[in-house]
Nanobody, 116 residues
């Protein structure tokens, strides 16, 4: 059974930082591309960042230079470091595992709230 479990969300002031984690089980983690998405209230889910199985990374323009995605294949975990947070970063953050051989797998999300 595949599971993706996000953690690390919370309430933070503008300008603050958080580190999100997504622990995967039931998949050969190193062979999957991993991504973070977010969904703000009343908005569609949007892609935030990707780290490919080979290590290539990509970011949406609104977070480039502030967020950093990384992975630890030994721990089957992907991370998202969120720095210089803004109120507009408030959302539920989800991780996704994808490959060409299986359906996509999603976690249940972790809430990030940026507010003073």
């Amino acid at each position: 059974q595949v599971q993706l479990v996000e953690s690390g969300g919370g309430l933070v002031q503008p300008g603050g930082s958080l580190r999100l984690s997504c622990a995967a089980s039931g998949i050969i983690f190193s062979t999957y591309n991993m991504a973070w998405y977010r969904q703000a209230p009343g908005k569609q889910r949007e892609w935030v960042a990707t780290i490919a199985s080979g290590g290539y990374t990509g970011y949406v323009n609104s977070v480039r230079g502030r967020f950093t995605i990384s992975r630890d294949n030994a721990k089957s975990t992907v991370y998202l470091q969120l720095n210089s947070l803004k109120p507009e970063d408030t959302a539920v953050y989800y991780c996704k595992a994808s490959s060409t051989r299986t359906p996509d797998y999603w976690g249940r999300g972790t809430q990030v709230t940026v507010s003073s």
